[in-house]
Every structure is written in C-alpha cells, then in structure tokens.
T-cell receptor, first 111, second 113 residues
Framework: DQQVKQNSPSLSVQEGRISILNCDYT??????FLWYKKYPAEGPTFLIS?????DKNEDGRFTVFLNKSAKHLSLHIVPSQPGDSAVYFC??????????FGSGTKLNVKP | DGGITQSPKYLFRKEGQNVTLSCEQN?????MYWYRQDPGQGLRLIYY???????QKGDIAEGYSVSREKKESFPLTVTSAQKNPTAFYLC????????????FGNGTRLTVT
C-alpha cells in the first residue's frame, strides 16, 4: 500500500506562471518531507525539504507547503522556467530512516 | 568532487545469471540505500544500511542481496531469484541524522533477457 501518493502523473504550465505539484501521504508518523527533481536516465536531485514542525519552507523560486491535518504536501515553483521541465518526486520519512517516494509528476513548462 | 558513483550505467544479462551493481560514495555518509524504479512508479526501497557490516531489508528485498564491508561501498546483487529484474536501480546515501536528505547516484539500467 502506497504511503506517499502523487495523483497527477503530469502537469503542463506556461513559462512564467506558477507550477503547483501536489502530494498526499497516509502515515501520520512521517516527520520529514522532501521534493526531488529527476531527468530521464539520471538520479533524482534534491530540491527542497520541510520538517513536520514547519508549514512552509522557501528556497528561491521553490516553496514547499505542509498541511499536517490534511496530510498534504505541495511544491510551488514561481516563476516556472522551461528548464524546470522534469519529473518531480515527493518523499517522506519517519525518524530519518526509510524514505518513501510518490510515483512522480511530470512537469512540462512551455516556452 | 564528492558524490555517489554507480557503475556501469547500462548492464545487460541473460536470465538466470546473478549480477552485481556497484555503488561507491566519497561523501563520508553513514547510511546507504538501494532503490528500484519501474516505469510510471515511484522509487521502491530494496535494502538500506546505516552502519558498516549491518543492513536491513526494504519493501522489495526478495531476490536481492547486499553487503556493507566498507563505509564507502554498498554493492547490490540481483540474483536469479528476482522475478522481474529489468529496471532502473538507484543508489543513495545520507548523513543519517534528523532532517538530512538522500543524495542519489545516476543509476544503473539493468536489462535481463
């Protein structure tokens, strides 16, 4: 049973607009959440993370929001750029031990 | 330049043969992990190791084996018992402390025919 879910397999956004990628989880014991970006035939690259004691974390154009009551995580990219086109994975862990990944959302940013 | 090296990038084997995938890191990380990615699916955990000479099964360990004799190295053997071995295999490492992300290698694409 998947503990981390990304229900949108793909998302298309115009350059300069906001991209919002969503992620849901079922395990209330998760205390650390991450987003990764992945290009084909490469390993995922760490983007941004958030601990369960926060509800928002920003790093440049990337902001992660955490809604613990809804068990929901989102990644906002503003403004979106064509180079952001990739597959984005959300992940979660409990006690910085095992990390569980969603199935990914393919983002296409159109010029 | 620190990082995680997986070799080879592409690997082809005949069904029934065991094959070992290499993973080396020079980040001085304590923990190392093996994940498998199949098309349209997320990354699934095969094995992980938090210290040398110790490792734990992940969610899909059947048909795989690992060793952790050195801090820098965590090789994965795909045995003939693994029913669907063709996949993209990713090795990762972390500092193994609170709020530390995984860092990934560039993966090995294994094709078994």
């Amino acid at each position: 049973d998947q503990q981390v879910k990304q229900n949108s397999p793909s998302l298309s956004v115009q350059e300069g607009r906001i991209s919002i990628l969503n992620c849901d989880y079922t395990n209330s014991m998760f205390d650390y959440f991450l987003w990764y970006k992945k290009y084909p035939a490469e390993g995922p690259t760490f983007l941004i993370s958030i601990s369960s004691i926060k509800d928002k974390n920003e790093d440049g154009r990337f902001t992660v929001f955490l809604n613990k009551s809804a068990k929901h995580l989102s990644l906002h990219i503003v403004p979106s750029q064509p180079g952001d086109s990739a597959v984005y994975f959300c992940a979660a862990s409990e006690d910085f031990n095992k990390f569980y990944f969603g199935s990914g959302t393919k983002l296409n940013v159109k010029p | 330049d620190g990082g995680i090296t997986q070799s080879p990038k592409y690997l082809f084997r005949k069904e029934g043969q065991n094959v070992t995938l290499s993973c080396e890191q020079n980040l001085n990380h304590d923990a190392m992990y093996w994940y498998r990615q199949d098309p349209g699916q997320g990354l699934r955990l095969i094995y992980y190791s938090q210290i040398v000479n110790d490792f734990q099964k992940g969610d899909i360990a059947e048909g795989y084996s690992v060793s952790r004799e050195k801090k820098e190295s965590f090789p994965l053997t795909v045995t003939s018992a693994q029913k669907n071995p063709t996949a993209f295999y990713l090795c990762a490492s972390s500092i193994y402390r609170i709020n530390s992300p995984l860092h990934f290698g560039n993966g090995t694409r294994l094709t078994v025919t």
